[in-house]
């Protein structure tokens, strides 16, 4: 999600905007995902809702800015034509280098260094386990967020105490865990399961840690449907997922990643999209 700079400097607030682009194995993809955008920020907007407290729960503080003021007896849209629908106002935040990563179910890169180590991130697992299963307790696993267009790190709990110091790096490990295990009781709920997570946050000016950027969405997260997961007797059918795997898929039965990327074929394109629409739908109906 870009950001792009408002008028009103002064209140340090900016636009965050979600695009329909897609992106796989480090390359964007054409053409997008019609609608992708909207549906992202509807959910982000949702999750931070919900988070903030509108569920019972204690109020996780976010980076939303209100989006219209009052003129005289008239509200006054802040978020241009262009773009509305697919863009927050938010504070700007003194951002955090750490991605926080939380991973409740043993798949991805993490399946694939257990089968070589038994371990995720360097943590110690039981034998056993196979790829989809749930772990025993969810994991936080940070990642150092490297400079634009160089590939994020995964990093210790102990690297990220050096990195940010050890108060923020237990309160980043702990706000994560929260939210992972606050949000996948709600997907249950819904007849999903929240494999993995990751979230961002920053300080804002009072020195609060806040939630920012977008948050639980199919771009940041691995959502399964829970009922193919108990029923599946593979993998594919285990894993029935809700974001851009359709893409990933197809690109690496279609392309051996040298070069420009093919064109994405019309039908995957519309199965994508509704995977992202059905995971917004039965989320929040």
Not at 43 to 63: C, E, K, V
Not at 132 to 148: F, Q, S, V
Not at 196 to 220: C, I, P, Q, R
Request: hydrophobic share 40%; proline share 6%; with cysteine.
């Amino acid at each position: 999600m870009p950001k792009m700079s408002n008028e009103s400097t002064a209140r340090r607030v900016v636009k965050l905007v979600a695009s329909d682009r897609v992106s796989a194995f480090d390359h964007v993809l054409s053409p997008g995902i019609p609608d992708k955008g909207v549906l992202l920020t509807t959910l982000s907007l949702w999750w931070f809702d919900l988070l903030a407290g509108s569920d019972g729960g204690r109020g996780i503080p976010n980076h939303l800015a209100a989006d219209h003021v009052l003129r005289g007896d008239d509200s006054v849209e802040l978020i241009p034509d262009a773009v509305r629908g697919r863009a927050m106002l938010v504070r700007s935040l003194d951002m955090q280098p750490i991605e926080c990563v939380v991973r409740g179910y043993l798949t991805g890169s993490g399946w694939a260094e257990y089968q070589a180590s038994r371990t995720v991130c360097g943590i110690p697992l039981p034998d056993g386990l196979t790829d989809g299963d749930r772990l025993p307790e969810p994991l936080y696993t940070p990642a150092y967020k490297a400079p634009m267009g160089e590939h994020d790190e995964n990093i210790t709990y102990e690297r990220s105490v050096e990195l940010v110091g050890e108060e923020t790096a237990a309160a980043l490990r702990d706000l994560s865990l929260e939210i992972y295990r606050r949000a996948a009781a709600v997907a249950e709920r819904h007849g999903l399961i929240l494999a993995d997570t990751k979230f961002e946050f920053g300080y804002d000016a009072e020195g609060v840690l806040t939630l920012a950027d977008e948050v639980l969405t199919s771009d940041s997260s691995r959502y399964w449907d829970a009922e193919a997961w108990r029923a599946g007797s593979t993998p594919a059918e285990r894993m029935a997922s809700f974001d851009k795997q359709i893409v990933r898929d197809w690109l690496a039965a279609n392309w051996d990643k040298q070069g420009e990327p093919p064109a994405l074929p019309d039908d995957i394109v519309t199965r994508t999209r509704a995977r992202y629409a059905e995971l917004l739908s039965r989320l929040t109906s």
